[in-house]
């Protein structure tokens, strides 16, 4: 199992990303794929989900609103947009998942990608 995330970058304030989490080693369509993000200093915190049959899920209030996660199990990729970033949303971000078709803000996830850099500023 493994998970690549990419996508990240600096943008300024206001501005878009859409980060990407492509899976290989099994078949996506039957689990749920959460992104974490971990800004310098801070815990990691669970941001959004998706489950197997496509319920979304965020659960971190700033950002809802102004992300929106998906799925295309055709190219076993989830994806994360984010809209009007802000500087708070500058962190690492990570994808991952456990090969559960729900998803848990709080399970202990075993398989992570390598992370992805975030960065909101002028």
């Known amino acids: 199992v493994q998970l690549q995330a990419s996508g990240g970058g600096l943008v300024q304030p206001g501005g878009s990303l859409r980060l990407s989490c492509a899976a290989s080693?099994?078949?996506?369509?039957?689990?749920?794929i959460a992104w974490f993000r971990q800004a310098p200093g801070k815990e990691r915190e669970g941001v959004s989900c998706?489950?197997?049959?496509?319920?979304?899920?965020y659960w971190k209030d700033s950002v809802k609103g102004r992300f929106t996660i998906s799925r295309d199990n055709a190219k076993n990729t989830v994806y994360l947009q984010m809209n009007s970033l802000k500087p708070e949303d500058t962190a690492v971000y990570y994808c991952?998942?456990?090969?559960?078709?729900?998803?848990?803000?709080?399970?202990?996830?075993?398989?992570w990608g390598q992370g992805t850099q975030v960065t909101v500023s002028s």
């Open positions: 998706v489950s197997n049959n496509n319920f979304s899920t």
């Open positions: 991952a998942t456990d090969k559960i078709s729900y998803c848990d803000r709080w399970h202990k996830y075993d398989f």
């Open positions: 080693g099994f078949i996506l369509d039957y689990y749920a």
